[in-house]
């Protein structure tokens, strides 16, 4: 079989779990080939791994020259499968599908924002050329569902893993950059601030905790540095004891460097690469009971652990409990550990996938 991948792999950290799906299914057998933008951060990996790459991402929403490209490429090349992960990728590689026996498979990574009655939905995910959604949490899957008219077997779940040995080597960033002390509990959040990540209700919540003398925040991502968030930072009375770092690099090197992660999605998310990463290095966790993040946890996780959404005092519970309980911390932490290595292996992930290929190759074939 032969499965060609439209993609954004410019960044490194962000993409590397799905670079690794990508390697893995071609050391499995599949003839995968990838399409990126020049001088994307990933090639050599997958150069190194035997997959050819193709420097030419569509650069906009229509980019006639990429689907005239495209459709001619997939016209004169047997192609099996072609699995589009982005927006622009979608647009472009539906319409270039178009006169082709190949098989248009989407990527969803988001729960939310398609809807049936939404036009522009049908230039995506409710394409009548779309074969299949996979859908990278069965949250995921259920919105899409429930708010379009796609038959059931067109969506798929397959959780988008990790690989352990990504986080064995990670050493603990140097926290005093930040004048944080060294015997402070530290609370970390990675996100970039978008209004699903609920990073407000986060902050309401460190007003509840200013008696915590010890606490210390280190927020990670694009825009946790604007003066929005530093607004809601003063209003916590613990300003000085919380530290935006922006954008950065060495993100698992800061949160190794942590005692405890905190996600406080209120809607959207599909699977939080971020908690993944801090479950790999061995973080305790606490998250939102929205599907997705719940789909994510154990289902032993206790329920103060796993708070309601916009509930910035169940949040600060959680946090105190935590924060004042370095046992509970180490003993949630490895428990999660545990959990994620098995639950959201990237070996799973492309076991997974090869299943589900198979399958629809047994399927072409009757």
Not at 13 to 33: F, T
Not at 141 to 152: A, E, G, T
Not at 295 to 303: A, G, K, N, Q, R
Request: charged content about 20%; some cysteine; aromatic content about 8%.
């Amino acid at each position: 079989m032969k499965l060609l991948a439209v993609s954004d792999y410019s960044d490194t950290q962000s993409a590397r779990p799905e670079a690794a799906w990508m390697i893995g299914l071609h050391q499995a057998g599949i003839d995968v080939e990838v399409i990126t933008y020049p001088n994307s951060e990933l090639s050599q990996n997958f150069s190194a791994a035997g997959i050819t790459v193709i420097e030419k991402h569509p650069s906009k929403k229509w980019d006639h020259s990429f689907t005239k490209w495209l459709n001619l490429k997939l016209s004169n090349e047997h192609t099996d499968f072609l699995i589009l992960f982005n927006s622009i990728a979608i647009t472009n590689g539906i319409r270039a599908a178009k006169g082709t026996t190949t098989k248009v498979i989407l990527y969803r990574g988001y729960a939310g924002h398609v809807h049936w009655y939404d036009p522009t939905a049908y230039f995506k995910y409710l394409h009548p050329r779309v074969h299949r959604v996979v859908c990278v949490s069965e949250a995921v899957r259920s919105d899409l569902l429930s708010n379009s008219f796609i038959p059931p077997s067109r969506a798929v779940t397959i959780h988008k893993g990790h690989d352990p040995s990504w986080y064995e080597s990670v050493r603990p960033h140097d926290l005093s950059e930040f004048n944080i002390p060294a015997n402070s509990i530290v609370l970390v959040c990675l996100a970039n601030v978008r209004k699903f990540k609920g990073l407000h209700y986060l902050l309401k919540s460190l007003s509840l905790l200013t008696d915590l003398s010890n606490l210390h925040v280190l927020l990670i991502g694009r825009g946790m540095d604007s003066g929005e968030m530093l607004r809601w930072r003063e209003k916590t009375g613990m300003a000085q004891r919380i530290h935006a770092t922006g954008f950065r690099q060495d993100v698992l090197s800061l949160m190794v460097a942590c005692d405890l992660f905190v996600l406080p999605s209120i809607f959207g998310e599909g699977l939080s690469k971020a908690a993944l990463e801090a479950m790999n290095l061995g973080l305790p966790v606490i998250t939102t009971s929205i599907p997705a993040n719940k789909e994510l946890m154990p289902v032993s996780t206790p329920d103060d652990l796993l708070v309601p959404p916009r509930d910035s005092i169940s949040l600060a519970s959680a946090i105190r409990n935590l924060v004042t309980n370095q046992e509970r911390r180490r003993r949630w932490g490895k428990v999660l550990r545990s959990h994620v290595q098995h639950r959201f292996h990237i070996e799973r992930t492309i076991k997974e996938t090869l299943d589900f290929l198979e399958s629809e190759a047994l399927l072409n074939r009757k």
